[in-house]
């Protein structure tokens, strides 16, 4: 291995940053921090850009300042307050912004009226790298229909609230704590602050901007269990932590497990519940009377099936929540020539097939068999000081194959095509409106095209 490892660098560097003034409830959480920063200098690279969502139940829970460590910290940066759903996706449009909302449980709280429906979204549809959103701009008879570009990195952050669950399915989500007395952080001074995160910045720069191809062509290797919409939320944060190498894989793929696997804050569906629930009242039987499960299910503690919407669970309303998941009463001979209508775990309308389709497995069951071998971490070719970015946007560029007899977490990339445009022909990016110096990854691409 190289004694130079930039990458462990840089996100040590700035994991000891966001350490010194913030808390955070795991060391999971400080490890998904300078992933999520640095990716966001290679957003494009990526088919997703995860938004990290932070909540708490209670004000003063190191929320604001997480994001503010994010402004200091991640690519050209833009705190949005209020903004509304037309400027933050003309913003978006103008490329290379990474966007951090701040209370964004005001938006969110019933009635607010404050174009709620139109900034989700955004949110949604600027998760997915070549969204386009459509616009009417012009007056009178003069209107035409324009695509706005919706892609970008972006970090929200608001008390607990009835955030849709859309949004917070394309997430990595924080549940933010109160600091204890006997936790303590360093004051934070933002003009002091600024020079201490800048060259955390310029290390990422340079680090990761020449690695967009490398980044681009990297598919990592994904934890047991991490698929469909989990995996897109991780794949960039993983792809990042394997081109750092050293301890980086490895913590990137505990802390996917952690979150992934992780008992959510909110509450699920209640239909959701109830499978849960019919699946511990089973037990090992193959069939129960609607009668004895309605008589099993009120009887769990703190269930609240004795208080269904103002009223005890019955069978109807058994029958009623089960319906959507096409399970059915059906009738259950016993001895005796007796004849109750019941569920059954096998066969048509059986319990079976819901419970395999919408309870997640434990995390102890999609640990079992994990392979935890430390992935190979991709390969990068030293780019010369005259054009250290150029060269790689212009020319297809093939990964090198994992070392032969390892657990490669990247697989190599054999059919990349070319992309379509240089860097020369990119429309020049707005001028940054955030803290001094900071600079978004094209922008930094055309001063050293510029310069070549």
Not at 32 to 58: E, K, N
Not at 195 to 210: H, K, M
Not at 265 to 289: C, Q
Not at 416 to 440: D, H, M, W
Request: aromatic share 8%.
């Amino acid at each position: 291995m190289s004694t130079s490892q930039p990458g462990v660098d840089a996100l040590r560097s700035c994991e000891a940053f966001y350490r010194k003034y913030a808390i955070y409830p795991t060391d999971h959480h400080h490890t998904v921090m300078p992933l999520w920063a640095a990716h966001t200098y290679a957003a494009t690279a990526f088919d997703t850009s995860p938004r990290l969502f932070l909540d708490s139940a209670v004000p003063g829970s190191g929320k604001t300042r997480t994001l503010e460590l994010l402004d200091e910290t991640a690519c050209n940066p833009l705190m949005a307050f209020s903004a509304s759903p037309a400027a933050l996706i003309r913003t978006i449009d103008q490329g290379g912004r990474t966007i951090l909302m701040d209370e964004i449980d005001t938006l969110y709280n019933k009635g607010s009226g404050n174009g709620s429906e139109d900034i989700t979204a955004v949110v949604n549809a600027g998760y997915k790298n070549g969204a386009r959103v459509p616009r009417c701009v012009g007056q009178g008879a003069d209107i035409q229909v324009v695509e706005l570009d919706a892609y970008a990195p972006m970090a929200l952050a608001g008390l607990h609230s009835n955030v849709p669950e859309a949004v917070r399915s394309r997430s990595i989500h924080f549940r933010m704590k109160k600091r204890k007395p006997s936790e303590k952080v360093s004051p934070f001074y933002r003009r002091d602050v600024a020079e201490e995160a800048a060259p955390i910045r310029e290390a990422f720069e340079a680090w990761i901007v020449p690695q967009f191809d490398a980044l681009r062509a990297s598919r990592p290797r994904l934890p047991k269990g991490v698929e469909d919409r989990p995996a897109e939320v991780w794949e960039p944060l993983l792809a990042i932590a394997d081109l750092a190498g050293g301890e980086w894989p490895k913590r990137a793929r505990e802390a996917c497990k952690h979150f992934v696997f992780a008992k959510s804050g909110y509450a699920r569906p209640i239909g959701i519940d109830l499978l849960a629930d019919i699946k511990t009242v089973f037990g090992d039987s193959e069939k129960m009377a609607s009668a004895d499960l309605v008589a099993a299910l009120v009887a769990i503690p703190d269930a609240g099936w004795n208080d269904v919407r103002g009223s005890f669970l019955n069978q109807a309303a058994l029958a009623n929540f089960l319906r959507p998941f096409d399970v059915r009463p059906k009738d259950l001979k016993y001895p005796g020539n007796k004849v109750v209508k019941g569920y059954r775990v096998d066969g048509d309308g059986g319990l079976a097939e819901a419970w395999e389709r919408n309870l997640a497995a434990d995390a102890e069951e999609v640990d079992e068999g994990q392979d935890d071998a430390v992935p190979a971490p991709i390969p990068s070719g030293a780019a010369t000081p005259a054009t250290p970015a150029t060269a790689q946007v212009t020319a297809p560029k093939v990964v090198a194959p994992p070392v032969a007899g390892s657990e490669g977490a990247t697989k190599p990339a054999t059919d990349i095509k070319p992309l379509t445009s240089k860097v020369a022909e990119v429309a020049p990016v707005a001028p940054s409106q955030g803290r001094g110096g900071k600079k978004s990854a094209r922008a930094w691409l055309l001063e050293q095209e510029a310069t070549a």
